[in-house]
């Protein structure tokens, strides 16, 4: 592995698909990163497009790219999986393809993350719409943790994980995933609510750069973060497999476990306000929420268990497509 005692080799992971028209200013801005030593990984998910051609043109060019070709398109999950095989990196670091980021990026989080031996540090970010070319503090729209924070209690750290939603905004201590085995969960949308809040459970240190080094693309239709209706029932899939997950690594506790039933539950009274193809499978995914919350039920604190028992109990009396209706009833 390329290191030193100075500057430990640290990945850029570069999930790629269809980014033609954004993938060499989002290339040129890691490749002019002030840290010395990066391995950057860039994986082309069966692009369409003339995508894997400028990779392999920058990959000639310069020697720290790695490129990895998939001849059939997996979906962001899995290639963020195989990405994270791939890392060498004492650190690592997810970009998106149709991002950009400053020059200081790498070195400022890493200067933080070494600092305070943190192991998730993160930074704010920009928002450029491509619509209108228009440039936005992310502060200025979404909820931001804006100071040092390092989350205690299983809820605090469910919080933060919440707060600090975008995988591709951090650097991130390698050993954290290795020794956890974290991963995303394949074809989920979006795929990294999961992710981030299995991440904030484990870490003991997270550390803040009170810098906007990340600028994040949006009005680009061609993103899967531009469906709603997608990542809301993806955001379903994910807290449904977060409820026997947290169970099965033993990361119960009551205040805890109440706060992803709730929001599960939530994620089921947002079903009603989207029109899904059959295939989606909506209801039977509502079922599935219903029936974790009654598994899980022995977690939750008297008033809360006696509650949901009793929404668990009307679950069973009425149809899929009536289960996120009853979940307001009970809200």
Known sequence: MRQNNCFPLISVLIPVYNAELFLV??????????????????????????????????????????????????GIAVARNTLLRHISGEYFAFVDADDLI???????????ASRTGADITRCLYNLLDIRNGSVQP???????????????TPVQRLQAAQD???????????????????????????????????????????????EHLYMYRIGNL?????????CAFGTLEAMVFLC????????VEQNFYEKIISLTLHAVRRMRKYSFPPDYFV???????????????????????????????????????????LACLMR
Not at 102 to 112: G, I, K, M, R
Not at 186 to 208: K, M, R, W
Not at 289 to 303: I, N, Q, R, S, W
């Open 222 to 230: 061609n993103s899967a973060s531009s469906n709603r209706g997608l």
């Open 138 to 152: 992310c502060e200025t729209l979404y909820r931001e943790f804006v100071a040092p924070i390092s989350p205690v």
């Open 102 to 112: 400053d020059p200081a990026y790498v070195e400022h989080l890493y200067q933080t």
């Open 164 to 210: 600090d939603s975008q995988v591709w905004l951090k650097l991130i201590k390698t050993s954290l995933i290795k020794e956890h085995h974290l991963s995303f969960i394949p074809h989920v949308l979006p795929e990294d609510i999961s992710f981030e809040i299995l991440l904030y459970q484990y870490a003991n240190q997270v550390a803040f750069v009170n």
């Open 244 to 251: 026997g997950e947290l169970v099965r690594r033993n990361l």
């Open 25 to 74: 200013e989002c290339l040129d801005g890691i490749l002019s990163q002030t840290y010395p030593n990066l391995e950057i990984i860039c994986l082309d998910d069966a692009s369409t497009d003339g995508s894997f051609r400028l990779l392999t043109d920058y990959a000639a060019k310069d020697p720290r790219i790695k490129l990895i070709k998939q001849e059939q398109h997996h």
């Open 283 to 325: 209801g039977q995914t509502c079922r599935d929420a219903f029936d974790m919350v009654e598994k899980f039920l022995g977690y939750c604190g008297p008033f809360k268990r006696g509650k949901y028992r009793l929404m668990c109990w009307l679950a069973h009396k009425v149809n899929d497509d009536q289960l996120p209706y």
